[in-house]
């Protein structure tokens, strides 16, 4: 191996760790902080990028370093776990009047959803009373579109929460906020400490209780962190609090990668490992939980094997969207859940159009089985059926668009078949992710997740919506965003940050007493529609737009080429060598 290689792998040794330094970004938590590996994915090739894309989430994994940072693997969060799963164990084994809430905003809030349905589905397939629910800040809309404000709102957290547990006798609340931030789940955890006879809380994050967010909340006299350091009060008896580091995200903040695999993986540890204690007489150990957990590190490997493929997948999509054509998901079973979550994403992360991306679930509905029911009068975005893609997307397809098919030998081939048959006879862009050996549905699940991670966060790098590893074209919704969006500006300006990003918000040049004097949360009650793409109209005041949304470095991927000539046909199969369960 050329010299050069070892010194790029010694260099991508060492900005694996970098981020954990006490003086590395020291003013940010973890899940906000830039990821050394990544400072360069705006300018790398779509090989490089899913490279990138894979060390970064490799430190989900990665074992105790000795630093202040406990990881998924330490004794302390899995002792933790084990205390929440026997809790769980013990509400399966007397359900009446219980229940197991999970909660949180955005892509959190979306995890809750899939693992309440899935664990739901596993009881009822045992003949068993349903125990889970879960809420999304911004009910059910929010799992198909981005709501980030209601994020902001601790109040209505909480009394969602009330109004849901209304005459339980025991509940267990999982609060899942992957920065220690929403206001929405700190309203929640605190109704739960203040009524300790019927609730237990647990608190999921990746951030030290130390980072929690210090800011005040709307209408509410705590902070997130006040609230976690009385949850802190009552650890391990009343209270629980699971919250390893992860590493900073790929693209900054993005909590929707590296925070919801870790999410997924920790808590369907936690519900799997308790399902099979209650239903075979044992008690879940703390064996069962690493060796659960070291199965979801072998998927991550299985996935990544595949890193060519995905690449190649990755490298489609971006020329789809370069071309201002469209990436549609079309997805079987429970990957028709992952699809539709990853695609919702794209909105608030890359100021996207809900036709950008987009997934549709063979069943709509029926298959989502969620608990508003149908959303499709709510207008074309929420139609969600295949039937839908048939009569919405599949008559103007054509060979600008990219359409990837997500199955399992556990679904009807014949299905799908038809499906590619329709397809293509508008488009030879037609891919397929393929989980062909037997295997377990959320190993399925998490493989189809970091692939869909990967080709959506990849054909927008593409597309030039990263600017080194930030995003520049969210959609500042929420006080979190806005804070995000201020530091954006300042990586390349020492402009009155705060000011430029009002004006452009505002559209004004003069800004009036009462909007500077306002808090963060509040301009999301002011202007709602005027945050779309802020930062990027802020970015355009400053700075030369061709600088931004180009690559540093000409690409060798040709943006006008005739369709014909740049799309390929491809077909990627991730044959499941994936371990079964434990
Ligand atoms: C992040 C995603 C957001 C977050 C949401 C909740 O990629 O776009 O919707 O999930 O803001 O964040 P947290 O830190 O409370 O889990």
Redesign the pocket.
């Known amino acids: 191996r050329s010299l050069t290689m070892e010194k790029r792998d010694f260099s991508e040794i060492s900005d694996t760790c970098k981020w954990e330094s006490p003086d590395y970004e020291p003013w940010f938590p973890v899940?906000e902080k830039s990821n050394p590996l990544t400072r360069d994915i705006d300018k790398s090739s779509p090989n490089h990028i899913v490279r990138l894309l894979a060390a970064c989430d490799a430190q989900m994994f990665q074992k105790d370093t000795g630093t202040t940072y406990q990881r998924l693997f330490s004794d302390s969060v899995v002792l933790t776990m084990l205390e929440v799963a026997r809790t769980v164990e013990q509400i399966l084994r007397d359900p009446e009047d219980s229940l197991v809430v999970l909660s949180?905003?955005?892509?959190?809030?979306?995890l809750a959803f899939l693992m309440a349905s899935c664990f739901n589905r596993a009881l009822r397939d045992r003949q068993q009373n349903t125990v889970y629910s879960y809420i999304i800040a911004g009910g059910d809309r929010a799992l198909l579109t981005?709501l980030?404000a209601s994020?902001d709102d601790p109040k209505l957290g909480m009394l969602t929460l009330e109004k849901l547990c209304e005459g339980k006798r025991r509940v267990l609340f999982i609060g899942?906020?992957?920065?220690?931030?929403?206001p929405?789940?700190a309203g929640q955890l605190d109704f739960c400490l203040k009524h300790p006879d019927i609730y237990t809380p647990v608190l999921v994050?990746f951030n030290p209780v130390t980072q929690a967010r210090e800011e005040t909340m709307p209408g509410y006299s705590l902070t997130f962190r006040e609230v976690v350091q009385r949850m802190e009060e009552q650890r391990g008896q009343r209270a629980f609090i699971i919250n390893p580091a992860v590493g900073p995200?790929a693209i900054s903040?993005?909590?929707?990668?590296k925070?919801?695999s870790a999410?997924k993986i920790l808590l369907e540890t936690i519900l799997a490992a308790a399902h099979t204690a209650a239903f075979t007489n044992t008690h879940v150990t703390r064996r069962v939980l690493l060796d659960m957990m070291r199965g979801y590190e072998r998927v991550y490997s299985v996935t990544y094997s595949h890193s060519d493929q995905i690449a190649t997948l990755l490298q489609t999509a971006g020329l789809s969207l370069q071309c201002g054509g469209r990436v549609c998901y079309l997805s079987w079973g429970s990957l028709g859940l992952v699809g539709l979550i990853d695609a919702s994403?794209c909105i608030?992360?890359f100021g996207a159009d809900y036709e950008d991306i987009r997934g549709f679930i063979s069943g709509g509905y029926q298959d989502m089985d969620n608990i508003e029911g149908d959303l499709t009068s709510l207008g074309s975005q929420f139609c969600i059926a295949h039937e839908d893609f048939v009569s919405l997307v599949l008559p103007t397809l054509s060979d600008r668009d990219t359409v990837l098919l997500l199955y399992t030998c556990h679904d009807d081939v014949g299905d799908v078949e038809k499906m590619v048959h329709r397809v293509r006879e508008k488009t030879s862009n037609l891919h397929s992710l393929y989980h062909g050996l037997e295997g377990d549905t959320a190993q399925w699940e998490l493989s189809s997740k970091l692939v869909l991670n990967a080709v959506s966060t990849g054909s927008h790098v593409l597309k030039g919506k990263i600017y080194r590893n930030h995003m520049v074209d969210l959609q500042v919704t929420?006080s979190?965003?806005y804070h995000r969006a201020i530091h954006i500006l300042q990586v390349r300006t020492h402009a009155r940050t705060h000011e430029a990003l009002l004006k452009a918000i505002y559209h004004v040049e003069q800004l009036p007493e009462d909007i500077t004097s306002a808090g963060a949360s509040c301009h999301n009650d002011y202007h709602p529609v005027a945050f779309t793409s802020v930062i990027r109209k802020c970015f355009e005041r400053h700075y030369d737009t061709q600088q931004l949304y180009h690559p540093r470095h000409p690409r060798t991927i040709p943006i006008n080429i005739p369709p014909q000539q740049i799309h390929r046909r491809h077909n990627l199969k991730l044959h499941s060598t994936l371990p079964s369960p434990t």
């Not at 949180?104 to 979306?110: A, L, M, N, P, V």
């Not at 903040?253 to 990668?257: H, I």
């Open positions: 899940s949180g905003c955005g892509t959190s809030g979306r981005s980030e994020e899942i906020s992957c920065g220690l931030s929403a929405f789940v994050g995200e903040g993005s909590s929707r990668m925070g919801g999410t994403e608030p992360t929420n979190k965003l």
